[in-house]
């Protein structure tokens, strides 16, 4: 059995797919035999994913309009994708959203709710469902979070910062940890990876910051190679933490 034909039709769901590494991992992964679930607010630009892949692979994107910080949503989502598709054998938790402000600068309240909101509450209801799917179906899934190197050093940026971001991604960080110790005392073989990229030339990156510096910054594509990898470790092992960072990158 090759590396990932273990996923062959099986369900990835994929929140934050519209662009950049989501909508990127969506592609490989339909590409390597995978059915894809892809959320985001913006339906429209999940319909765009459709023309990227061939003509006989259309039909395994499934674009879904749902903004994973409201509960309701996100449980109409997967019960819809349980009862219409199967189960959530792969979550890729990509939905995130930052600003270049400081913390101690102007910014408004709504800013910091949807930083808090989209990193921490969405990421945690995306994966109790995922979770419920997966346990309920004896399921032995994996579940992606995209971390950042910010979620473990919050490095010295130029005359200004990414304001709270550092500390959601903090938390992704112990959310993982808690993650991978709850699935081994539910008698579970669910894996979990923490996923910390380094600068990606992708949405989530303040136009901001990227004209602060000349800096040499992944691709979206790195990231969903990266991805790859993961899934295609053998049963018995898993990629904890995986570290991908610019070579001279500045976090």
Known sequence: MSSMERWNNKVALITGASSGIGATCAI?????????????????????????VADDLKSRIIPIKCDVTVESEVVNCFNWVL?????????????GIAYA????????????????????????????????QMKEHSIDGHVILMNSTVGHNVPPFPLCSMNIYPSVKYATTAMAETYRREFSNAGTNIKVTSLCPGEVNSGIWPPELRDLVDI?????????NAILYCLSTPPNVVISELFIKPLHGII
């Open 28 to 52: 490989d992964l339909v590409n390597r035999g995978m059915i894809v679930v892809a959320v985001a607010r913006r339906k429209e630009k999940l319909e765009d994913l459709k023309n990227k």
């Open 101 to 132: 402000v400081d913390l101690v600068g102007k910014y408004t309240t709504n800013q910091l709710k949807t930083m808090v909101d989209v990193g921490i509450i969405g990421t945690a209801l995306c994966v109790r469902e995922t979770f419920k």
């Open 216 to 224: 040499t910054m992944l691709h979206p594509e790195d990231i969903s």
């Open 83 to 95: 009862e219409n598709i199967g189960v959530v054998s792969v979550l890729v938790n990509s939905a």
